[in-house]
């Protein structure tokens, strides 16, 4: 049998994968909006449902994926330094939805639609409210910090519509040390109907 990874080693792992994960595609959308689609109002964006992702298997190290999806619209809109000063500081306040995945519950969220849905919904409105108050600190008015929710809302649709997916997919959706737990548990029991 091959060497085995420490839990921080397969953490590091997965927090890469699912950051360069939420990296390329938040860039690809973000590209594609501003070149293809310059005069559209609304935008789209896949940060909130990866962060909610990274946040039911990792809780506060979903602080990366907020992060680098921030990175990744920013140098995508070739952003001002406000900007980035906004959105990767306004996505960190996806932190408040750690209190609800802990009031709701992680497994009533992984295991019912609504609460899934409403998980996500919380994360992305919590970023967005992180924009805009980030935004009005640095001098922006309250009507372009409403700009916020108003032109995202269609991010609303694409986390839910993320969440419920992941949610059916077996570990995806899930604590990370839960499921290494009950993977190693089946494996054993495989074991012991081959001996």
Known sequence: MGPRLSLEQYRSIDL????????ITELLI???????YPDQLYTVSVTAALTAIVMMRWKGYAATSALVGAMALCIGLGATPKQWLVYCIGNLFFAFALLFLKLAGEERIRKNSVWTILYGVFTLL???T???VV???????LRKALMFYATDALSYVFTAVI???????????????????RL???????KEEIQ
């Open 16 to 23: 890469s994968f699912l950051a360069a994960i939420t990296f």
């Open 30 to 36: 973000t590209f594609a909006a501003s070149r293809w």
């Open 126 to 128: 919590m970023m967005q």
């Open 130 to 132: 992180g924009r805009a």
């Open 135 to 141: 935004a009005m600190i640095l001098g922006g008015s």
């Open 163 to 181: 969440l419920w997916i992941a949610r059916r997919l077996d570990g995806i959706f899930e604590d990370q040390k839960a499921y290494l737990v």
């Open 184 to 190: 190693h548990e089946q494996m054993e029991a495989e």
